[in-house]
Structures are given as C-alpha cells and as structure tokens.
C-alpha cells in the first residue's frame, strides 16, 4: 500500500479555510485518495475520494496535483466542530481495506 | 438513518477472560471490518469479510483473536484469553463494493486489567 505523509498538527480560525495537505509520492495508477476525518471518541468518519479530478461535495474540496503525487483538502469556512484527526489515505476502489497513518489534527479555534 | 451499531460501548474485563464484541453492519452492506485503536498504534486493521468470507484476517494475532460473520447481520471479535495489552478501542466499520466509503460504528472501548 501506497503511503501518505501528513503534518502532525495545524490550527485555523473560525469560518476560514482549511487547507490539509497530504503527499502521496508512491501512488500508483490505479489508487485513489481518501480522506477520513475522527472527532474525539468517535469513529472515523468518510469525506471524500478522488482519482485525478478535483472533486466536491457538501463536506469539503480534494485537490490533487496533475502529477498524484500530493493532495490538499480544503474545508471552506471551517467550525468548531471540524476539530478533529484527519487522515488521508491512498488505496483501490471500492469497499478496501484502509491503511491509517497517524493524520493531521486539526484545531478550529475561535 | 442507517449505521453501524456495536456492543458493548465499554467493557472492563480481568486478564485471562474471555471477551466478545459484537457489530451490527449497514444493512445491504457486504463487507466488514474490525479495526483497533490505541494510543500508539493508531488505528490498525485486524480483518476483514466479504460476503461473510474472510477476506484478510493477517492483522490479528492468531492465537487468542477470531473474527466470524454468523450471519450477514452479525460480526463477532473474541478474544480468548484477553491480555492487558488488548486494551483498546475496537471499530467495525462496513461497506459495499463497488462503494468507496466505509461507515464506522462507535466502537468497544476494551479495558484489561
């Protein structure tokens, strides 16, 4: 399995962005790039994948570089309860095993 | 709203007894997970079921973990004898192929004293 490299640690104010970045120099083709975020006590819970297109959802932005070789997820104004663990991920389509590295936490402060 | 449901939340056991955690998946879904997560492990896959098969149980520690699917609505973790260094929060999550996303449940927090 392909491996990520993430910041330990960020901090962002209240209603700014959030932008996580992530390297994935190892990809391979046919990877994909998840991320998954875990709210203290909770299980993690699934953001959003991306192949080579940027993708969008209600949640977040995932921008990867032409190349795949790193990532960035963007929260748009992020809250308070977007403090959390974040982890990127890269593995195959569909329901596959998910490889956790140790993630970024993040801290929205007020 | 569907999830993933897990009992029990918290269990605290005596080393030597035997513990089972149990998971309900999504309903439809056709694949299982069981992940455990400590402090400094992070979080780690232990095995996985699809179609209640198991798929890839190496994260496990033969001796004294099994994992079954009795039935497409119910996975089972035991550990028997259970040891301190179990001590843990253990997460089943499910999915369904060809689906990317994996639901959590809230986990069995596990203390072995």
């Known amino acids: 399995d392909a491996k990520t490299t993430q910041p330990p640690s960020m901090d962002c104010a209240e209603g700014r962005a959030a932008n996580l970045p992530c390297n994935h120099s190892?990809?391979?083709?046919?990877?994909?790039v998840y991320w998954y975020r875990q709210i203290h006590s909770q299980g993690p819970q699934y953001i959003i994948h991306?192949?080579?297109n940027n993708e969008t959802n209600e949640m977040a932005s995932l921008i990867i570089t032409e190349d795949r070789k790193s990532s960035t997820l963007i929260l748009p104004h992020a809250t308070l309860r977007d403090t959390a663990v974040y982890y990127c991920?890269?593995?195959?389509?569909?329901?596959?095993?998910?490889?956790f590295g140790q993630g970024t936490r993040l801290t929205i402060n007020p | 709203d569907a999830r993933v449901t897990q009992t029990p939340r918290d269990k605290v056991t005596e080393m030597g007894q035997e513990v089972t955690m149990r998971c309900q998946p999504i309903?439809?879904?056709?694949?299982v997970f069981w992940y455990r997560q400590t402090m400094m492990q992070g979080l780690e896959l232990l095995a996985y079921?699809?179609?209640?098969?198991?798929?890839?149980d190496s994260g496990m520690p033969k001796d004294r973990f099994s994992a079954e699917m009795p039935d497409a609505t119910l996975a089972t973790l035991k550990i028997q004898p259970s040891e301190p260094r179990d001590s843990a929060v253990y997460f089943c999550?499910?999915?369904?192929?060809?689906?990317?996303?994996?639901?959590f449940g809230p986990g069995t927090r596990l203390t072995v004293l």
């Open positions: 999550a499910s999915g369904l192929v060809p689906y990317n996303e994996q639901f």
């Open positions: 190892t990809i391979s083709g046919n990877e994909y």
């Open positions: 991306g192949l080579k």
């Open positions: 991920i890269v593995g195959i389509q569909g329901a596959q095993k998910l490889v």
């Open positions: 309903l439809g879904h056709n694949t």
């Open positions: 079921f699809r179609n209640r098969a198991p798929l890839d």
